[in-house]
Nanobody, 124 residues
Framework: DVQLVESGGGSVQAGESLRLSCTAS????????MAWFRQFPGKEREGLAA???????TYGESVKGRFIISQDKEKHIWYLQMNSLKPADSAMYFC???????????????????WGKGTQVTVS
């Protein structure tokens, strides 16, 4: 069974950086899309960044130029480097995985069959 576990969240000051990690177990897809989402209380999930097995990436407009997605395929770990954080970035952050060859995508999010439980990021 595929499991995704996020880590690296926490509380930081505005302008600082954080790196989130998503560790996958039981994941054997060679063609995939791994993505990061966030969710504000009472709001729908927002797609932030995605990467496929070829290293192709796509970003949501709200984080383009500040956040960077990367991967360590051998270790099955995906990262989200978040720079120049703002209080408006405070949210629960999730990683999600799609097994298939659609390239990197963020929508529709219901295509992502696997989700982690999330890690909280608070920026003050």
């Amino acid at each position: 069974d595929v499991q995704l576990v996020e880590s690296g969240g926490g509380s930081v000051q505005a302008g600082e950086s954080l790196r989130l990690s998503c560790t996958a177990s039981g994941y054997t897809y060679t063609r995939y899309c791994m993505a990061w989402f966030r969710q504000f209380p009472g709001k729908e999930r927002e797609g932030l960044a995605a990467i496929d097995g070829n290293g192709e990436t796509t970003y949501g407009e709200s984080v383009k130029g500040r956040f960077i997605i990367s991967q360590d395929k051998e270790k099955h770990i995906w990262y989200l480097q978040m720079n120049s954080l703002k209080p408006a970035d405070s949210a629960m952050y999730f990683c999600a995985a799609y097994g298939g060859a659609l390239g990197p995508f963020l929508a529709p999010d219901y295509l992502f069959a696997y989700w982690g439980k999330g890690t909280q990021v608070t920026v003050s």
